[in-house]
């Protein structure tokens, strides 16, 4: 069976949020680290930062930053819609959840789906594997 190379890895992440909840206000810092690999196949470790209104946003902020140089396109693809519904036949608050992003790059539209019980993971997972659709393609 032929294994998928992939353009773009996810190692590891960090979110904080510093979350006022009397001022509703909040921060969010994300670090990833990541693999890239190059037009050419070289793979390059990246340790990047970013900050965003939530924790996916801070996540896809690093990652862009990270791959930008790599690949320049990537600065067209956007997120157009993002639904969370919880998986069927399971209830309470440590569900798993299965996360929808439809991406765009202005002229067609693709997407991608996760499942994990931790919202965030699977977030990040299907951002991810809309970037790495459109990764194709170049």
């Not at 991608?112 to 951002?127: C, E, G, K, L, Y």
């Amino acid at each position: 069976m032929d294994r998928k190379i992939r353009r773009l890895s996810v190692l590891k992440y960090r979110v904080v949020i510093d979350e006022d909840m009397q001022e509703e206000k909040s921060s969010v810092q994300a670090t990833v680290k990541l693999e890239i690999r190059d037009s050419s196949g070289q793979v390059h470790r990246c340790h990047e930062a970013g900050e965003g209104n939530g924790p996916v946003n801070a996540v896809d902020m690093a990652i862009r930053k990270a791959i930008r140089g790599f690949y320049p396109s990537i600065s067209n693809i956007r997120l157009v819609d993002f639904t969370v519904r919880k998986v069927n036949g399971f209830a309470g608050t440590d569900v798993p959840v299965e996360v929808e992003v439809v991406s765009s790059d202005g002229h067609k539209r693709w997407t991608t789906t996760a499942i994990s019980a931790n919202i965030i993971r699977a977030s990040i997972v299907a951002v991810v594997e809309g970037l790495e659709k459109e990764l194709e393609q170049v």
